[in-house]
């Protein structure tokens, strides 16, 4: 079973490669054109699409899914008019690829052209959201790149009527045959061949758990780009304007506190303790949200419970924040190196030099000045789309927009030189 | 063992992650001087370098090592003093950290600077030369990187004196500690831990064989940038200039056969094949090129010996050529989509739209019109100095010098925006 598995992914693989030849050939018109039809396309199938949709939502309720879990799962006419728009708005964008990064002449006469390309092949592994194969392949087309998808088990039916209603549509407007590719099937161990499959795929981009996260980065052969936990801090410096920090604690934890971009430990200026912290409690207090504090900060704090070192290095994705006070801004950059996911830190200071270090000291994709955390978002950087937020250094780090989804390579134009 | 090895070099993986932080904050200038220290400092060990460097040789020969291996290994004056003069060459290059990227504000008023930062710690991982252990200590130290570097067996008397000198001569003038580390055993397992090291290296390199890179790249968990094989074409199209072609052909092949962006195959337009190939038979016996050649071109080049299918997918790194006639410029792109391995491919032609759909759908690093394989280089491209050229598509394709040693993070500065 497993050996037929792998048979067909391999297939799909080599035809996802012939794919990427013909989809790097195609002007940024044609595939604007391909992805308004596919945008269309999407609404033209909605009776399918809401159909398959409920076959995955009563399997999830057979299954015990959970309410939050069934809602990731749901479609519905609104939901999916979004994902139609969405694919729309990718066409508008600008399309990255044929830019030229740089461009120089060599004393020989040699002139040297560094151009955006498409990387090639992408795999994408997600899980529960449906919206992710729309989302996915919409970016990744709009790149240049052919996609294979693998989605959760739990949303296949409604993933194989989307991707089917974007590959009908598409194709009838030019769409190169196997660029969008889903794997039709559910078995777990598609994820393991995809993963070794670098002789096909450029990329895995894991969208998911830390668990499944794992699984790809020690299998895989090929490049991965991580969207790792998020365990972000604001630091409110001695100097700090306590209104603004009230209000950017606020906002960092509880806009949106399941996201990874949220909020999870507070630093505070040990001289400011006193003076902030009962203030902060009041107000997240009427957030609901439920305050870990260590043991310098804890009586200043009223309502909250005492943090255990694993509460550092927790991301809660909930209305939960861990307090610590530091003795400066030394303290606040190591706890920070130490103990965040080098994601996303925010410094709130009047004091430009303290800002200026913390932001060139904390090691993370994305450092602030008394702004909220919520910020670090491809939409909220201008990218106009992102394909997550990564947190890895190599390639591609913080928000992904389309740039992140293309290589380069060198034209070298010449007129017969040879090298002595 | 293994097990004391491992905990020693997850130690020195700890000590590494603490250097890169005091790294990347060290001026330009700071690093500069440091270099210049490290380059006197090798040449002031001369003598302990020199001597570790005849151990190694003389347990080489006693291992019965090849002429070619023991003369790769071998240190001498001479020899060392380029090996300095390289360290010094690199702090004369300027320092692409703390550049600016991109910077833009957004409607709401915070401004998102794009800044060059160091990667942070980088694994390199290499086979018998030592002046691998400068090169690439000096570099990644250059970029505001530490290095843990784990060289071949044959060459770690070398390895440790050369890393000794630079560590010493280089802490006297405020080079971090651990900033520079080198494995100081050889067991084989070091490989392996060092692959296994997320938490404390963001990058690791494999400088070597084929079997080197895929044990590094079916074991690593962070990201691996390889410098696999060239399989490097040259295509003569039906327009070409004969001199030109064979002034090329010959330049590609025989300047220096041993290295990855020398020629492999040859392609030829079928309709020159006839008036081009005797004429380049000629040249290339006269330079001792044993030639493989398809059908087709046989009877054309007296000399020549059959190819098999093998042939084109081999990286001779040696006087031998691949010769295949093609139907045309589509035959030529996907043969060397097909069989290359996405280095280094030239065309030969006078006719403009044809060098642009060959140098566009060639998927390889480098794309050239008119030009020698042999200018994929760092140094011919005007880095200054290269790591090596990567054949992967993620975050360096082609030629590596300094820039591409780095990361970026996002700075944003705020006036207390929060997000609605």
Redesign the interface.
Known sequence: MSDDIQSAILDMGKKARAAS?EL??LSAEQKNNILRAMAEGIMAAETEILEANAKDIAAGEANGLSRAMLDRLLLNSKRLQAISTAVREVADLPDPVGEVLSE?T?PNG?R?VKKRVP??VIGIIFESRPNVTSDAASLCFKTGNATILRGGSEAIHSNRALAAAMQSSGAACGLPENSIQLIPFTDRSSVEHMARM?QYL??IIPRGGKGLIEKV??TA?M???KHYDGVCHVFVNDDA?HA?AI??V???KT?KPGVCNALETLLVHKDVASSFLPKLATTLTSAKVDMRADEASLPLLQGASPAVEDDWRTEYLDLILSIKTVSGLTEAISHI?AYGSHHTDSIVTQRESDAMRF???V??????????T???DGG???FGAEIGIST????A???MGLAELT??????????????
């Open positions: 030849y790097a050939t120089w060599r040699l040297i990387i090639g670098d450029d990329l980065v020690s052969r490049p991965v780009i304007d603004m209000n950017i606020l906002n960092s806009q190196n932001m060139s000291e090691d993370s994709a994305v450092v602030m000045w008394n702004a909220s919520r910020f670090n909220e950087f201008g890895d250094k190599l390639h780090r913080g928000p290589s380069y390579k060198y034209l070298v134009y010449g007129s017969g030189q040879i090298r002595s």
